[in-house]
């Protein structure tokens, strides 16, 4: 039996309107990105995407098309897996409408049949046993590992094109999770169907397939997931629900495992899996220090730091915590006693210790606290906590004043006499055009003298970028660690909208740029990258050194630039300043404001270092009421002088008079009769009284 290779099964052609409506209707779901894209390799993927906590890797081997791996993401809707990496026997991101070349990232009613290998049938030693035929367009890895714990795990879920009408047949596309090490001393396939022994394949899960004269009851139907036809990703006619792979394992021995899938029978209908990212691992106890500051110090009499033992999951029994505590502070002098016998409870999954250090007043110089903590049977962590003394001093803030309502605010300063370092910030400058179509180009800046040296969370305040472009959705721009790791930016975001302006991505912005809009452009302002920024730091990466901005059009029709784009860290020491209340002031987290307050008012502000030292100070802003303007009128005039006459206006301590700008006369308001004479300009009566209203009285009271 030949299947076609080049046509759907149901129809002979493919609707060019359809599928373009299936692209459309994509929108922000399953996105991908296959392997032969910078800054994706196979070998990074496995490294970057996949491999979690609990697994030492030693090496990794890719077989097979570059364009058959990728990177997926927004996929938790489609597959059940929010993200990670899939491995397909034909094309994991559409190559070519015209050409029907089309990938995983596809809906339901389109159809992906690739053959990226050709007609050769190959083999594999540990698959070709298992398919019933030959294998074509193979694509796997081989990872060597040491697990830290017992048990090896990770998610995936297969999908395929095969579903539902080859199921029964002898096109059974197949893969496989063959691990091979102390207790499997030949590979063992770890794909397994839940409560049986039945690799996950077509012919073990799938619905109802009978035909005239061939029986094909469904079998583990409740696993299956029907995708024929629809307009739900990924390609493939159906799916299963997610599995997970799991192995005993002898922890600090040497593992390999091979994740591989082929085409059964020929080269047409593509399958693939599906591979959660962060979830190949073992777990292990996480041994975490949380500082104030970044460079993991505790100021006395300052905020508090913590040490936390975290497991996987929740412990059935006391789990007892191997460690020795040493360093120059004395425990329990120096710091809060650090009991000698930590375990984390029966039921629990961690323990926080509080690291407290005691102000004593003492001139000691820097001291530290150092703990020897055994996190899993191959591994000792060494964590050092540096304890300094207080040296933060208060604010000196203005006397209390007196203000009158309307009149310039008052400024209020609560500055601390502190030199704060500048955030060390890095930038390229150099205006790079993002061409050809589908080719990555790279801007480079070189990064140096920041602290700490190791990579952690927090460190980085924002990643700013400028991008001249017509159509911003056509771009995909990765941020690339000296140490490789890879943070996704932005995947195809923005719509129809024009330019990037000051955009900057941040840890504390609100907004993902995922869910951006044309009507969000020109997208100045903060907002959180697509992908996690935990994957900048999921190890230990050297902070200095190339950091790299990869940006890629791919589409057709817009040719822009990347016009410039910077990094910013945190320094290592900086104040916030907060002030409460922060009614009638310009500016209540500024270390100087305005105050213009409507009623007295008693303002504190706090400063707050980044040792969590706080110190405070306050100042009272008094209110004084503006009294109404006095009511003249002309008393009467002589040949020397004119008299103005007005009724006294109860509160006011004096009154100042001038006349065209003049300087004023300053009347106490004891006079009973308030009243002044001026002289008499020397004009004759019929221009006496214009010039005699042109005379202006202003009224000041003591508040003023």
């Excluded at 993401?73 to 029907?100: D, F, M, P, Y």
């Excluded at 083999?123 to 697990?147: H, K, M, N, R």
């Excluded at 801007?443 to 700013?464: D, E, K």
């Excluded at 400028?466 to 923005?494: F, K, R």
Aim: proline share 9%; glycine share 8%; net charge negative.
């Amino acid at each position: 039996m030949i299947r076609a290779l080049s046509l759907p099964r149901s129809t002979p052609f493919l609707c060019l309107v359809l599928v373009l409506a299936a692209l459309a209707a994509q929108g922000q779901n399953l996105q991908v990105t296959n392997a032969n894209t910078p800054p994706f390799t196979p070998a990074n993927l496995i490294s970057n995407i996949f491999l979690g906590n609990g697994v030492d890797v030693t090496s990794i081997t890719f077989n097979g098309q570059p364009v058959s791996v990728g990177y997926f993401t927004n996929g938790a809707s489609s597959t059940g897996l929010e993200r990670g990496i899939v491995l397909t026997t034909g094309l994991v991101e559409t190559a070519n409408v015209n050409l029907n070349q089309f990938g995983s990232n596809e809906n339901g009613s389109v159809f992906a049949n690739n053959n990226v290998n050709g007609f050769i049938p190959g083999f594999d030693p540990d698959l070709s046993p298992l398919a019933g035929g030959a294998l074509f367009d193979i694509a796997g890895y081989t990872i060597t590992f040491v697990p830290t714990s017992d048990t090896l795990r990770f998610r995936y879920c297969f999908a395929s094109e095969e579903y539902p009408e080859f199921a029964c047949s002898q096109y059974n596309d197949i893969f496989g999770f063959f691990i091979q090490g102390p207790n499997y001393p030949t590979p063992t396939n770890i794909a397994r169907i839940p409560g049986t022994g039945l690799p996950v394949s077509i012919n073990n899960i799938h619905p109802d397939n009978t035909t005239p004269g061939t029986p094909c009851p469904p079998v583990n139907v409740q696993y299956y997931i029907n995708n024929n036809g629809s307009n739900t990703q990924p390609t493939y006619d159906g799916l299963t629900r997610v599995f997970t792979a799991e192995a005993i394992v002898v922890p600090c021995q040497t593992y390999t495992i091979k994740l591989v899938i082929a085409d059964v029978g020929d080269p047409a209908y593509d399958s693939g899996v599906f591979l959660e990212a962060k979830s190949f691992g073992t777990g292990a106890l996480r041994t975490t220090l949380a500082t104030p500051s970044l460079d993991g110090t505790v100021t006395e009499g300052c905020a508090d730091g913590s040490l936390t033992f975290r497991l996987p999951s929740p412990t059935t029994d006391d789990f007892p915590i191997d460690y020795t505590i040493f360093g120059s502070a004395t425990n329990g002098v120096d710091y809060l006693t650090i009991p000698s016998n930590l375990f984390i409870p029966a039921g629990e999954q961690e323990l926080v210790i509080p690291i407290v250090a005691f102000e004593d007043g003492l001139a000691e110089g820097a001291e530290f606290i150092a703990l020897d903590v055994r996190r899993d049977p191959c591994n000792r962590d060494t964590i050092i906590v540096f304890l300094r003394e207080n040296t933060i001093v208060p604010p000196d803030l203005l006397a209390d004043t007196t203000l009158c309502t309307g009149s310039t605010p008052v400024n209020l300063n609560g500055t601390l006499p502190i030199q704060l370092p500048a955030p060390p910030t890095f930038s390229n400058t150099q205006s790079i055009t993002v061409s050809p179509v589908n080719t990555p180009v790279a801007s480079t800046i070189n990064v140096f003298g920041v602290l700490p040296a190791i990579l952690q969370p927090g460190m980085i305040r924002s990643v700013c970028l400028n991008a001249t472009h017509g159509w911003v959705d056509d771009l995909d721009v990765y941020l690339i660690s000296p140490g490789g790791q890879i943070l996704e930016l932005m995947t195809d975001c923005g719509a129809n909208g024009k330019n990037f302006t000051n955009i900057c991505f941040t840890p504390t912005a609100t907004r993902n740029i995922a869910t951006a809009t044309a009507l969000d452009a020109p997208f100045t302002g903060d907002w959180l990258p697509e992908g996690p920024w935990s994957d900048l730091w999921s190890g230990a990466f050297a902070t200095n050194g190339a950091w790299r901005l990869s940006v890629r059009d791919d589409q057709n029709g817009f040719v822009g630039t990347l016009d410039n784009w910077s990094i910013t860290f945190e320094p290592l020491y900086e104040i916030n300043y907060t002030w409460t209340p922060a009614d009638g002031l310009s500016c209540p987290t500024c270390p100087v404001t305005d105050a213009a307050p409507t009623a007295t008012t008693t303002y504190l502000v706090e400063a707050v270092d980044s040792y969590g030292c706080a110190v405070s100070d306050s100042a009272t802003v008094e209110v004084v009421q503006v009294l109404a303007a006095p009511v003249v009128t002309c008393g009467g005039y002589t040949a020397t002088t004119i008299t103005f006459n007005w009724a006294g206006v109860p509160g006011a301590a004096d009154y100042v008079v001038n006349v065209n700008g003049a300087a004023g006369r300053r009347l106490p308001a004891r006079i009973r009769t308030p009243w002044t004479t001026w002289p008499r300009a020397p004009r004759s009566p019929s221009k006496y009284r214009p010039w005699a209203a042109r005379r202006r009285l202003a009224r000041r009271s003591s508040a003023q």
